[in-house]
């Protein structure tokens, strides 16, 4: 019963940056990012818990990418700079029990993702 709307996917060139945005409505314990290109797994890039504020990357997302939330408004970001043509993808947030940040089968409701493209 968890409703996930991810936005702030475009087209940009290398070096830019985004910064993606998921809002939740209904309960969770933890939204997570992932991505996912055709022909390949989904990968994991970053998550965070609403009961506290300490953030979780995969090796992807280490050193580029940064998760936020914003309880308040029921949002998490990602914020990414330093965009390369790999970085092609889209992009999903996830809301989940939290127990397992990395598992994408520790999330049960996932939004409709949002396409990031980057040209080089």
């Known amino acids: 019963q968890v409703r996930l709307v991810e936005s702030g996917g475009g087209l940009v060139q290398a070096g830019a940056s985004l910064r993606l945005s998921c809002t939740a409505s209904g309960r969770s314990s933890a939204v997570g990012w992932f991505r996912q290109t055709p022909g390949k797994e989904r990968e994991f890039l970053a998550a965070i818990r609403w009961a506290d504020d300490s953030p979780y990357y995969g090796n992807s997302a280490k050193g580029r990418f940064t998760i936020s939330r914003d309880n308040a408004k029921n949002t998490v970001s990602l914020q990414m700079n330093s965009l390369k043509p790999e970085d092609t993808a889209v992009y999903y947030c996830?809301?989940?029990?939290?127990?397992?940040?990395?598992?994408?089968?520790?999330?049960?409701?996932w939004g409709q993702g949002t396409r990031v493209t980057v040209s080089s």
């Open positions: 996830a809301a989940g029990s939290g127990s397992t940040l990395a598992n994408q089968y520790d999330y049960a409701y």
